[in-house]
Each structure stands twice: as structure tokens, then as C-alpha cells.
């Protein structure tokens, strides 16, 4: 009997997308770098982020980019825009970082690290969480490559300081991330609900942070998100996936009502990437146990593509996305 090959026993669709998985230890081939982590022990309220990553692996199987030959299918063509997008775009799917029971200190080193291995090899890392405490760990990885402005598309500003007892779960991210010196500066695009305390809205407010509200954002259209960020700078993206209204994403451990709608947050995200330079994108807080239908999993799934079509629509107009550390002026 003939062995099977090597080939044929890769899995096509627990990849992000049927992209090729990296070697073990190796830097990634491809233009995008897709990691997992999952990671919830910085989450206050509802647990089951730490099943984001394998959820929103499953939805994108919809949008698989590897045809039944394993070649590369060529992109998408998108009926809204009217082009095909990530055409000659390769991807790769590092797995997840490894995370160690009860000890947010070392699984936060370990993301760290994770990202740095792909952002140092010079290719665009996206984040799969995992809750919104991980975004602190990935911006970490950044260190020492210039400045960095942090674009947090969220229903929550993330700013408290500490909150029982620890100053790294998912509501100190923002504030962890203002204290980094490379970080000059954070959009919050999205926030409403209501607050309890008033001394994360003010320490916010005191850093400078620019604050988009959702309903600022319907009232004034993705151009109010492009204004928060400035021109031309280097820019992290990260999404919370509350952000969406709580009737299109109930799958998350914090939801809210009144969030927008997956084509607010699509253009406005487009809006930012043409204003910017993305280096690096993360999408958080899918918590599978609270969802229904897949459908948080599957917009999860769907938005990371659109981001990536703006992103290299722009590469492909001549206005580079990622550039060296050297490069890159203070945001």
C-alpha cells in the first residue's frame, strides 16, 4: 500500500483561510502571517475567548484561498467593489502560541515574542485572540522599530488602570499601551455604553486620546475615523469585535447595544488603512460559547479580509504599508 503524501495529509480548511501552515520554528513565507492565541485570563465578565481563535480558523474555511490542487486561488473578486482583492497576496498560518495555565505574565511574554518572530522577518502579523489583553503583548513586539499610533476600534475604552488586582486583563489594555514610548498616540473609534468609574475617562482624555463615538461615526461618516489618525503614520490596528452591535455579534464577553453595523465598521476601518500605514492587526474577543449561528465567528472571519484588501490595495497603488523602523516619522 502506498504511504499517503505529505501533501495530502496537510488539512485544508483548520488553517486560517486553507493557508499553508509555517514550518515549526521557522519565519513564515508569505506576505501575511496569521497567529492564534488563545488567551482569556484577562477577561472580567464572560470566559470563552480562548476558543476565538479555533472559531473564527473554522468560519474562514468559507473563504478558503487554496484551491483542491493546493495552489493559490488567485484572491477574491468582491461584488461590492467591483475588483478582485488580494490577488498574488500569500498567507501563512503560524498556529497559536502556547499558553500556560494561570500565569498572565508569561503567556503575555509569549505572544510578545510570537509577533516580534513575524514583524522582525518583515512580514505583516495579524492576531487572532483571544481577549483584548493580548493587544498589549503584540504592541510589545514593536518595540524598537519607530513610532506607533494604536487605532482601536472598540465599544469600550480599555483605560482603567487597575481592576482586582491586576493591571493586564482585557479593561487596562489602552492604558498599558498608552505608558509604552514608542506609542505616540491612540484612536478609540466606536465607544459607547455607559461607564461606572470616572477616572479611566479622564486619564483618557489627560493622555490625549482621540474619541470617535459611535454615534459620532454614523452622524459623520468613515471620514470622522480617517481624522482621528494621523496622516501617513504607522499604525496598529486592533478590533474588538464588541464593537459591532450586540444583535450582529453576540458572540463576545461584553456586549453592548447600539454598536455599529459590519458596514460602518468596514468602511471606517478602510477609511483609517488609506489615512495610515498599517504594520500590524489583531481582532479579539470572539467568545464562541456566547454565539450563535457562527455568525460573530463568521464576520470575524469576513472583516479580516476586508482590512487586508485595503491594506494592500494600497501596496498595490505604489504607497507602501509596511516600512522599516528607520522609516517611519513620529505619529
Known amino acids: 500500500m502506498t504511504p499517503p503524501s505529505a501533501q495530502s495529509l496537510r488539512p485544508k480548511y483548520l488553517t486560517f483561510y486553507g493557508a499553508p501552515p509555517c514550518a ?53 473578486f468582491d461584488l461590492d467593489l467591483g475588483r478582485w482583492i488580494l490577488q498574488g497576496i500569500t498567507m501563512a498560518d503560524c498556529g497559536d502560541v502556547e499558553i500556560a495555565p494561570a500565569d498572565i505574565t508569561a503567556n503575555l511574554e509569549r505572544i510578545t515574542a510570537g509577533v516580534a518572530a513575524i514583524a522582525g522577518a518583515g512580514h505583516l502579523p495579524v492576531i487572532v485572540g483571544g481577549d483584548h489583553s493580548i493587544t498589549y503583548a503584540a504592541l ?6 519607530g513610532p506607533l499610533h494604536v487605532v482601536q476600534f472598540d465599544t469600550h475604552q480599555d483605560f482603567v488602570d487597575e481592576r482586582r488586582g491586576t493591571r493586564l486583563g482585557h479593561g487596562n489594555v489602552m492604558r498599558r499601551a498608552s505608558e509604552l514610548p514608542f506609542v505616540t498616540g491612540i484612536s478609540q473609534i466606536g465607544i459607547k455604553g455607559l461607564q461606572k468609574y470616572p477616572e479611566p475617562v479622564a486619564a483618557a482624555q489627560t493622555y ?69 500605514r498599517v504594520v500590524g492587526l489583531d481582532l479579539v ?23 487586508l484588501a485595503a491594506i494592500f490595495a494600497r501596496e498595490s497603488e505604489g504607497r507602501p504599508v509596511i516600512r522599516a523602523a528607520s522609516e517611519e516619522g513620529r505619529a
Open 24 to 76: 515549526p520554528g521557522a519565519a513564515p513565507d508569505a506576505d501575511v502571517a496569521f497567529v492564534g492565541v488563545p488567551f482569556d485570563l484577562g477577561t472580567t465578565l464572560r470566559p470563552g475567548a480562548r476558543f476565538g481563535p479555533a472559531a473564527v480558523r473554522a468560519a474562514s474555511a468559507w473563504y478558503r484561498y487554496i484551491d483542491d490542487d493546493g495552489k493559490a486561488a488567485g484572491g477574491w
Open 285 to 307: 474577543e470572539v467568545s464562541p460559547p456566547y454565539d450563535w449561528a457562527e455568525v460573530t465567528a463568521r464576520s470575524a472571519a469576513r472583516l479580516i479580509l476586508d482590512v
Open 140 to 145: 510589545r513586539a514593536f518595540a524598537g522599530r
Open 208 to 276: 490625549g486620546a482621540r474619541i470617535v463615538t459611535a454615534s459620532a461615526l454614523r452622524r459623520d461618516g468613515p471620514e470622522a475615523a480617517a481624522r482621528s489618525v494621523p496622516a501617513g503614520a504607522a499604525c496598529y490596528l486592533t478590533v474588538d469585535i464588541d464593537v459591532l452591535d450586540i444583535a450582529q455579534a453576540p458572540g463576545t464577553g461584553t456586549p453592548e447595544p447600539g454598536g455599529l453595523s459590519y458596514r460602518e465598521l468596514c468602511e471606517a476601518a478602510r477609511a483609517v488603512v488609506n489615512r495610515g
